[in-house]
C-alpha cells in the first residue's frame, strides 16, 4: 500500500529554518518524481517543489525559489525539503507524494512560521 509519513515541522520564527522529511512506501521510488505540497488554512493544496527520480532536475514555485532546496535519498526511499529564510505566509501543513500527485496522502507535518 502506498503510504508518505512527513516528519521535521514545527514552530519557527520568521528568518529561521527547517527540514522535512518523508519516508515513501509502497511505491518504486527511484523512478518516480516526487513533490512537496503544501496548504494553508482556507487555501488550497498547491504544489511548492518538485525533483526528477534521479534527483538532477528540480523545480519550485516562485515564491519559494531561492529559499527552499528539494533532496531524495533513493536508498532511503526518503525525500527531503531544506527550508531556509522562513517567512510567515509560508506558514501551511507541507506534504510530499509523487510528482504527479496519488490518492494517498499522509497526515502532513506542521510549519509555523511566526513573525
Known amino acids: 500500500q502506498v503510504q508518505f509519513v512527513e516528519s521535521g515541522g514545527g514552530l519557527v520564527q520568521a528568518g529561521g529554518s527547517l527540514r522535512l522529511s518523508c519516508a515513501a512506501s509502497?511505491?518504486?521510488?527511484?523512478?518516480?518524481?516526487m513533490g512537496w505540497y503544501r496548504q494553508a488554512p482556507g487555501q488550497q493544496r498547491e504544489l511548492v517543489a518538485t525533483i526528477s527520480n534521479g534527483g538532477r532536475t528540480t523545480n519550485y514555485a516562485d515564491s519559494v525559489k531561492g529559499r527552499f532546496t528539494i533532496s531524495k535519498d533513493n536508498a532511503k526511499n526518503t525525500v527531503y525539503l531544506q527550508m531556509n529564510s522562513l517567512k510567515p505566509e509560508d506558514t501551511a501543513v507541507y506534504y510530499c507524494n509523487t510528482k504527479s500527485g496519488t490518492d494517498y496522502w499522509g497526515q502532513g507535518t506542521q510549519v509555523t512560521v511566526s513573525s
Open positions: 509502497g511505491i518504486l521510488f527511484s523512478i518516480v518524481p
